[in-house]
């Protein structure tokens, strides 16, 4: 006993439709993803912007000029452990900030 396939015939007009259709899927597909891409370029504009305002902060406030990323890493890695005060004292005596 063979298993029965579902043939559709369509007349030339639903045919058209199915094809305009299809047209206009592919185009809201494109539209959708062009959206999505805005955002995410929005998004990392944000972060970006957020960063370097966050970054000039640090500098300002922290008297960041001359010091190289990983030093101030190292000084934010202090910071955060436990005895985090006294790393800031310890980097003020020495000049680095």
């Known amino acids: 006993m063979a298993v029965g396939k579902v043939v559709i015939?369509?007349?030339e007009r639903d045919t058209q439709r199915l094809?305009?259709?299809s047209e206009?899927?592919?185009y809201m597909k494109a539209?959708?993803?062009d959206i999505i891409a805005?955002?995410?370029k929005r998004q990392r504009k944000?972060?970006?912007?957020r960063l370097i305002q966050i970054g000039?902060?640090?500098?300002k406030y922290f008297g960041l000029k001359d010091v190289h990323p990983v030093e101030f890493e190292r000084f934010l890695q202090k910071l955060m452990g436990a005895d985090g005060a006294k790393a800031i004292?310890?980097?003020v005596k020495k000049g680095i900030m």
Request: net charge positive; hydrophobic share 35%.
């Open 38 to 40: 805005r955002d995410k």
């Open 24 to 26: 206009k899927m592919a």
């Open 9 to 11: 015939c369509m007349n």
């Open 31 to 33: 539209q959708r993803q």
């Open 89 to 91: 004292v310890e980097w």
């Open 56 to 59: 000039a902060l640090a500098e």
């Open 46 to 49: 944000e972060r970006t912007r």
């Open 19 to 21: 094809e305009r259709i």
